[in-house]
């Protein structure tokens, strides 16, 4: 069992990246184990032409394909996801998140684009085969306060939703019983 954290701002340092490495403790004190991408890392020139056959591209597939599950985190731009998030998603198999939990996190300066996850993200991930799609979490920027350090110190309010969603991936994770009882 392993999630696969996509990180989809072409910034750094970023907040969704932040979001990202909390997920990650959180899950590996969980015992999950948990692999941080992010698309910034990828070509430009990949990216940008679709390169399916780049080396780095193939390996980022390759990662998404060997997940379990999978977290992805955008910063919101102009009222969607960004640009060059869309640009390595346009590059998976179109049957690459089929099985696989979803849960989407989205950064934003305003409250404004809350739904931007439901109306923006969600429906590129369905179309690439995912099924189990958690309700996303949205964060303003206002809630993650950098600190001088370079770390970043979330709002507890956040904390708490970020932990609840990341144990409904857990969960999601572990094996199912099944329903039916073998006859006595
Ligand atoms: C080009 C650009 C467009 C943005 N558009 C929006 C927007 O439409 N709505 C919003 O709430 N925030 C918008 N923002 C603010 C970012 O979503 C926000 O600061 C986010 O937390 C940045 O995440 P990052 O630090 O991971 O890059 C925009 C920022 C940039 C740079």
Redesign the pocket.
Known sequence: MSVLAIAG?P?HP????SVLEYAKRHLEAERVSTTLFSVRDLPAEALLFAQFDDPAVKQAIALVEQASALIIAT?????AYTGVLKAFLDLLPQNALVGKPVLAIA????I??LLSIDYALKPVLSTLGARHIFAGVYIV?SQIQRQPDGGVQFAEEVEQRLQISLNELIASLQPTQSLVSSAS
């Open positions: 701002s910034s970023s907040r969704t990246y910063p919101v731009y102009k009222a950064t934003g300066g305003a404004a684009h920027d």
